[in-house]
C-alpha cells in the first residue's frame, strides 16, 4: 500500500511524540526537572511544557487561526517560561503532561480533516503575515521534535544512564 503525503507526516509526528513520552516514562517529577547541565535551562519537563506550547503556536494559531487561546505556559517576561516557571512538583509535571496530550489531541482532529490536496494550502502564520504553506508548517514540526527528542536522548542518559532508543 502507498503512504500519502499526509500519511508520511503523521508517521513522523507520531513517532517523535512517542519518543519524547517514552523518554519521561518511569520518572519522578524531581527528575524530570533536572536541568541538563548550567547555565542551560534544558529538562524534559520544559520539553514537554515547550512541545504543548509548540503544538499550540502551529496546530491552533497558525493552521487553524485560532489566536485568541492564551499560550501555554508563556510569561512575556520570561521568553525561556516554559523551562523556568516551574519547581519540578508532581503537580507540574501532571500539568504539563495533560497539556501536551490536549494539544496533540487536538491537532490529530485537525489533522483528520485534511489531505493531500490540501497541503499545498497557504496560511497565515504571525502577525506580519508571513505566509506558508501547511506542508512546510508540518515539515517544521516534524524536525522540531527530532531536534528536541535529541536532546530528550542525551537528558535520560545524563539522568538515569538509559539509552535504549
Known sequence: MESSELTTYREYLGHFRRTLE???EGL???????????PSTLSLLGLVRH??????????????GLTDEPALFSDQADPDHEFNGFAGTA????????????????????LDTQDDITMADEVVYNSDGKRSSKRDILVHLIEEYA???????????????????
Open 51 to 64: 512541545l504543548a506550547l509548540v503544538e499550540q503556536i502551529w496546530f491552533r494559531r497558525a493552521l487553524q
Open 22 to 24: 517514552h523518554q519521561c
Open 147 to 165: 531536534r528536541h527528542c535529541g536532546h530528550a536522548d542525551l537528558l535520560r542518559e545524563r539522568i538515569d544512564g538509559r539509552t535504549d532508543l
Open 91 to 110: 503537580a507540574e509535571a501532571a500539568e504539563a503532561f495533560d497539556a501536551w496530550r490536549d494539544q496533540i489531541a487536538k491537532a490529530d482532529t485537525w
Open 28 to 38: 519522578s517529577p524531581e527528575q524530570l526537572a533536572s536541568r541538563s547541565a548550567a
